[in-house]
């Protein structure tokens, strides 16, 4: 069975400060790695994925991750914030198995930005 | 082309009472995967159907139960409703290659509020 740990619930920083999310997971098989984003009364958008390859993924909007296999970890981060980067963060594994796969999320983190 | 989009938005109920979701995935979208989102248990996978059978299965009680249609939207149902059935109801459509990975589009989500 697979599970994640977010390691903080809520994360405040300020405008154009660097902010890191942590995401720890457990698993016995090999998974792919997710950061989901929701924004307030709205569903889940893709920030960025780890399936194979190069371990640093990096999305369009600034985000990047790091995919690290001995720590078992796939922390979000961002070197400068910005208001509208606030929302809350879900990191999410799969593990692919005959021909389907089911998101584990973990609880969530919300980044507020301030001013 | 259009998102996924589910019906309705908004929805209350009271105990006791049976509730229908419904779920339109994006043209072309085999596959519908749905969870629940509570403040309490964060986001839990419900189930997935693809090609109008339910091949993945979370951990939820027999009160909650789905069915795909030949054009492949979806519904879920939800039966003798509780207090503790109150969320946010998100429903992912996906392309299965069958073979690999297949990125899962989020809807807006359906909230239930049960009284």
């Known amino acids: 069975a697979q599970s994640v740990t977010q390691l903080d619930s809520q994360v405040p920083v300020f405008e154009e400060a660097p902010v890191e999310l942590r995401c720890n997971y457990s698993?016995?098989?090999?998974?792919?790695l997710f950061w989901y984003v929701q924004y307030p009364n709205q569903g889940l958008q893709l920030l960025l994925k780890y399936l194979s390859g190069s371990t640093l993924v990096e999305s369009i909007n600034g985000f990047e991750a790091e995919f690290n296999k001995s720590q078992t970890s796939f922390h979000l981060r961002k070197p400068s914030v910005h208001i509208s980067d606030t929302a809350e963060y879900f990191c999410?594994?799969?593990?692919?198995?005959?021909?389907?796969?089911?998101?584990?999320f973990g609880a969530g983190t919300r980044l507020a930005v301030h001013p | 082309k259009a998102g996924v989009t589910q019906t309705p938005r908004y929805l209350i109920k009271t105990r006791g009472q049976q509730v229908t979701l419904s779920c339109s995935p994006i043209s072309g979208h085999r596959s519908v995967s749905w969870y629940q989102q509570t403040p309490g248990q964060g986001l839990q996978f419900l189930f997935e159907y693809f090609s109008e059978t339910q091949r993945n299965k979370g951990n939820f009680p027999g009160r909650f139960s789905g069915r795909q249609f030949s054009n492949s939207r979806s519904e879920m149902n939800v039966s003798t409703l509780e207090l503790g059935d109150s969320a946010l109801y998100l429903c992912?459509?996906?392309?299965?290659?069958?073979?690999?990975?297949?990125?899962?589009?989020f809807g807006p989500g359906t909230r239930l509020t049960v009284l």
């Open positions: 992912a459509s996906s392309y299965p290659s069958g073979t690999d990975y297949n990125e899962q589009f």
């Open positions: 999410a594994v799969s593990a692919f198995s005959g021909g389907y796969n089911k998101l584990i």
């Open positions: 698993s016995s098989v090999s998974v792919y």
